[in-house]
């Protein structure tokens, strides 16, 4: 089960990424800042290219790493813009993956050639190695006492000193001020006097720090579900776990007004304490495996799992209710899914060198600890050690300090940001998209989205073509301008142009319940 809850979390942050990573069919580095673009093989419509960048940018004359870029041009060079950066997020996610696979509005393809990269130490630019036994040793209970911190500490640390063995000197060069100077040296290669942006969920991040270091070459830049970096520790983990609770709470009051859905007309509340109870006292057997005794973990880490991207009310209520009578599927499915086959020794995880070089998210002892994530159950009532609060164990043992540790953002660009946030995001909360904004002040403009899910481009037409309009004539929408929500999955037909992004909100389906991943990440 361990290995199996981790292979899929692996499978989740690289989003599709392979160990052998794949190249252009000729391209290569240039250090002149040219890019060679040629076919790529995994499909030939689309354009693949590499460029080289410094491995660390306050050292330009040192060692050297490829990015790895693909391009998808302007389906009508007569109204071409220019390029179109594009970012999934993560940390951890494939540019390249989105720009070939992932689907962007008719009007966008038009005017802008779609550029994606890999940021380094990602997929196929120089990606960040670890040994899956390391993973593996990482704790997932929650750490309450002194020697659960050791633990932790001492299992992150050692996952840290791997991944930088296997990986070389970029491990230690992943924040995300190398990478917007990465993006910078894209924008100047493709021909670009501005940068055009498009940056979703830790993208975001990517986003709100090239305006602040280059303000003068802001063309239109999008952060959509918006990163608050000025967090600290405790408020890292106390406004992740708020925004879960908001999810959880509209999961409850959107089942009590659905007659479709398995809990309607009963007190969910009471119905959800009642499941937590039972697996706390290791009596919520899998209906499909009764040797496997379901845990408060994977009862909290499925419904955040099935509102992350869409409102899976329906679907949640069905299988709480299912699990709580114990019915089964049948035999056959957990056998299939112990019967995975074993993961590679060596995989790609850049998640936790990015977070632990751009936040400093540690505690000194486990009281301090204890003392954060007391705050942060305090706003999760419902959600027991509440996941998403918990991200930073995994710098606990980090051994350096962030290189890129959260502030306060100094924006000085004359062309306006572009935030979109959903009202109710259980990974990048609406409390992050107004810390955000507020930051910016005069210098961006936020829309939001008024319905659920993590990713608005792609859900509703009302936001896609103020963020189309946005890039392509940089007509900022008016202050405080809001679109309505689309209707949770089952319930009724979604308004407007339906999500079509292959890696957003549409592609995501329902996660089973012990399919579930072991460790959080804002991909899930």
């Known amino acids: 089960m361990r290995r199996k809850l981790i292979r899929r979390l692996l499978a989740g942050v690289t989003v599709g990424v392979v ?82 696979w992932a689907t962007y509005g008719d009007e966008l393809r038009r005017h802008f050639d779609i550029v994606g990269f890999d940021p380094r130490g990602v997929a196929r630019s120089s990606p960040i190695m670890c040994t899956l036994d390391r993973i593996n040793d990482l704790p997932v209970e929650p750490i309450k006492t002194s020697s659960a911190f050791s633990r932790m500490v001492s299992a992150s640390r050692a996952l840290a000193d791997d991944c930088r063995a296997n990986s070389g000197p970029v491990f230690d060069h992943v924040d995300t001020l190398q990478v917007i100077q990465d993006i910078d040296a894209i924008r100047a290669a493709v021909g670009d006097a501005k940068l055009n942006f498009l940056g979703m969920s830790y993208g975001t991040l990517m986003a709100q720090q090239y305006a602040e270091m280059y303000p003068g070459r802001v063309g239109a830049i999008v952060a959509d579900s918006v990163m608050d970096h ?181 924006p000085t660009n004359g062309s306006k940001l572009l935030l979109v946030n959903s009202l109710h995001d259980p990974a990048t909360g609406y409390n992050w998209a107004l810390g955000a904004a507020d930051q910016f002040g005069d210098h961006a403009e936020l829309l939001t989205y008024e319905g659920w899910g993590h990713i608005v481009y792609g859900r509703v037409s009302c936001a896609d073509e103020a963020i189309e309009t946005y890039l392509i004539d940089r007509v900022v929408p008016a202050e405080g301008t809001r679109c309505a929500a689309a209707p949770p999955p089952g319930t009724t037909s979604a308004r407007g142009r339906a999500p079509s992004q292959e890696s957003g909100p549409a592609a995501q389906p329902p996660v089973p319940l012990r399919g579930a991943p072991s460790l959080p990440t804002w991909l899930f």
């Open 230 to 410: 000025s967090q600290d520790a405790r408020g890292f983990a106390v406004t992740q776990a708020a925004t879960g609770q908001d999810s959880f709470n509209e999961f409850v009051a959107g089942c009590s007004r659905l007659p479709q859905c398995a809990l309607y007309g009963r007190d969910i509340r009471q119905f959800w304490q009642r499941l937590l109870d039972r697996a706390a006292r290791g009596e919520l057997p899998d209906p499909d495996d009764h040797s496997y005794k379901i845990t408060q973990r994977d009862l909290v880490n499925f419904v955040l799992g099935n509102l992350n991207y869409q409102p899976y009310w329906l679907e949640i209520a069905a299988e709480l209710e299912r699990v709580d009578a114990g019915r089964p599927w049948g035999t056959s499915a957990a056998v299939a899914r112990e019967a995975a086959d074993e993961p590679p020794v060596v995989v790609p995880f850049a998640y936790q060198a990015v977070l632990c070089q751009d936040w400093n998210l540690k505690a000194r002892d486990v009281t301090q600890w204890r003392s954060i994530l007391a705050e942060a159950q305090r706003a999760a009532p419902d959600l027991p050690n509440p996941p998403r609060a918990s991200v930073g164990a995994i710098c606990l043992g980090w051994p350096t300090p962030a290189n890129n540790p959260q502030r306060r953002i100094n």
């Open 19 to 100: 160990l052998a990573p794949l190249a252009p069919s000729s391209g290569s580095a240039s250090p002149s800042g040219d890019v060679a673009w040629t076919p790529c093989e995994q499909d030939a419509s689309a354009l693949c290219g590499t460029l080289e960048v410094p491995v660390d940018w306050a050292d330009p004359g040192g060692p050297t790493i490829e990015l790895a870029l693909a391009k998808r041009p302007a389906t009508d060079p007569a109204v071409r813009r220019g390029s179109l950066l594009v970012n999934p997020g993560g940390p951890g996610g494939s540019g390249v993956d989105s720009a070939l």
